[in-house]
């Protein structure tokens, strides 16, 4: 062998030279003894790989290190999508912080509650491209540490669920966790969800927009809400939290239609019923997303996504006709409408209002 040939597959850099064979079956070792999940270093040497075929493996790519003494194979990393990736930063962490719950953003992920703003963060690594940041909870200091924000704190088995496999904070402790830290409209909207889930969990594979109208359930679900929130005694806004719970509207089915509310309320509106149905003059039964129903006054909040095609705007045109015959009036709003120029949506309100209190206006 030549000195060129020698120094190439000798050294680099000061490091020996990975043998890829090696690294391929230690990153496969990895992957059995982990099935497919994280493992800690201590397991790895418990099964008989030493710290130097670690290392090579690392270095070479075909392991990943998601937390400080953690170990994943590349491939399984680099194959993931994004809820599957959260899944597995989380297992490092829990790994690394075994006394810890998971918490804040990534229970929302586990519970997948469908609101972006409350999803995990990530970080870009030049090596692992997008690793989610993950929260936890547990007793002492909190930090910020390797993609990982720690809450301190502790909480009781009340407030715990166990999901995949992993310690979690339930629903409700989840719900209020994220809210103190939220801005008004948007902790009202993800209280209202929260009420909807839970009113969801309790009776399963029932018609959740009648169980959302119905007092006993509303009642459940709002209660269950407040004794959580009596048991994070010490927290500051508990007092601001529990009104939202006391006015929380599980009948609403969107983000849009529980800020439109937070907005009707903070503009001291006339407050509407969410989630209602309502009879056409074709006999068809339409859910609305709020009515005044002395006034005959139904109000629509337009998300991006309520109509994507031609059929959706045909079928909700005739959806309208057939409510405005029955002696409805329809009011409608966008989201930049409730949440940018939320005086916009008011005005739009309160002048159909006018209209209908009109003398000598038949409104029944």
């Known amino acids: 062998m030549d000195n060129t040939l020698r120094q190439q597959t000798v050294l680099l850099q000061g490091w020996r030279v990975p043998d890829p064979s090696r690294t391929v079956n230690t990153e496969q070792v990895i992957a059995r003894i982990g099935n497919s999940h994280p493992i800690d270093r201590a397991a790895a040497l418990a099964q008989g790989l030493t710290a130097g075929q670690l290392r090579s493996a690392l270095t070479a790519g075909r392991l990943v290190s998601l937390q400080p003494g953690t170990l994943l194979s590349a491939q399984v990393w680099e194959a993931a999508e994004r809820h599957q990736r959260h899944l597995f930063a989380v297992a490092a962490a829990l790994l690394r ?10 229970a929302a992920a586990i519970h997948d509650l469908p609101f972006d703003r409350v999803r995990p963060q990530v970080v870009i690594d030049p090596v692992l491209g997008e690793v989610p940041i993950v929260e936890l909870t547990q007793p002492g200091k909190g930090r910020h540490a390797h993609r990982l924000r720690i809450f301190p704190g502790a909480a009781p088995l009340a407030h715990l669920d166990e999901l995949l496999d992993f310690p979690c904070t339930n ?12 801005p008004p409209p948007e902790a009202q909207a993800l209280i209202d969800m929260g009420l909807r889930r839970l009113i969801s969990m309790n009776t399963p594979n029932r018609n959740i927009r009648r169980l959302a109208r119905d ?4 009642d459940y679900a709002t209660n269950t809400m407040l004794t959580t929130c009596a048991g994070l005694a010490g927290r500051r806004g508990l007092k601001a939290l529990a009104t939202k719970l006391r006015v929380g509207e599980p009948a609403a089915e969107s983000v849009l239609e529980s800020i439109s509310r937070w ?5 001291k509106l006339s407050m509407p019923q969410c989630g209602v149905p309502v009879l056409g003059d074709d006999g068809r039964t339409y859910w609305a997303d709020f009515t005044w129903e002395d006034l005959r006054i139904i109000g629509e909040a337009d998300g991006v996504t309520k109509y994507v095609t031609r059929a959706d705007h045909v079928r909700e045109k ?5 409510l405005e015959r029955a002696g409805w009036s329809v ?8 949440v940018v120029t939320p005086l916009v949506m008011i005005n739009r309100i309160q002048n159909a209002i006018a209209r209908r209190q009109l003398p000598g206006r038949r409104t029944a």
Do not use: F, K, Y
């Not at 912080?97 to 990534?106: D, Q």
């Not at 629903?171 to 939220?182: S, W």
């Not at 907005?263 to 503009?267: E, K, S």
């Not at 005739?318 to 057939?322: F, I, K």
């Open 97 to 106: 912080h075994p006394r810890a719950i998971v918490s804040h953003g990534s």
């Open 171 to 182: 629903i409700a402790r989840t719900v209020l966790d994220l809210c103190i830290n939220l």
């Open 215 to 218: 007092p006993v359930h509303r």
């Open 263 to 267: 907005q009707m309320r903070t503009h």
């Open 318 to 322: 005739l959806r309208q006709e057939a």
């Open 331 to 338: 009011v409608r709003w966008t989201w930049h409408e409730a």
